[in-house]
Nanobody, 115 residues
Framework: QVHLVESGGGLVQAGGSLRLSCAASETIFSISAMGWYRQAPGKQRELVARLTSSGGIDYADSVKGRFTISRDNAKDTVYLQMNTLKPEDTAVYYC?????????WGQGTQVTVSS
């Protein structure tokens, strides 16, 4: 069982920045993959950025060059640095982990970007 707790969301003006954090209850060394997804009202949940099990990083085209995913193994935490935010980035952001063949989600954190 892995518990994921996101934090760092909030209200920001367009062009601003936020950093999201995802703290895991399990050492992230043993987690196959971790990533960030988002869901806007009326839309499907979509990939934002992820750290793959092979050590790679994937980004959605819409966030490339603006968002950066990173990890701090000592803190069992994954971050999402979001710069140059746009109103279309408004969504609930979820952390996801793959551990022992199972999928886990955090409770989500709201990001609202005003124009």
């Amino acid at each position: 069982q892995v518990h994921l707790v996101e934090s760092g969301g909030g209200l920001v003006q367009a062009g601003g920045s936020l950093r999201l954090s995802c703290a895991a209850s399990e050492t992230i060394f043993s987690i196959s993959a971790m990533g960030w997804y988002r869901q806007a009202p009326g839309k499907q949940r979509e990939l934002v950025a992820r750290l793959t099990s092979s050590g790679g990083i994937d980004y959605a085209d819409s966030v490339k060059g603006r968002f950066t995913i990173s990890r701090d193994n000592a803190k069992d935490t994954v971050y999402l640095q979001m710069n140059t935010l746009k109103p279309e980035d408004t969504a609930v952001y979820y952390c996801r982990a793959v551990y022992a063949g199972r999928l886990y989600w955090g409770q989500g954190t709201q990001v609202t970007v005003s124009s």
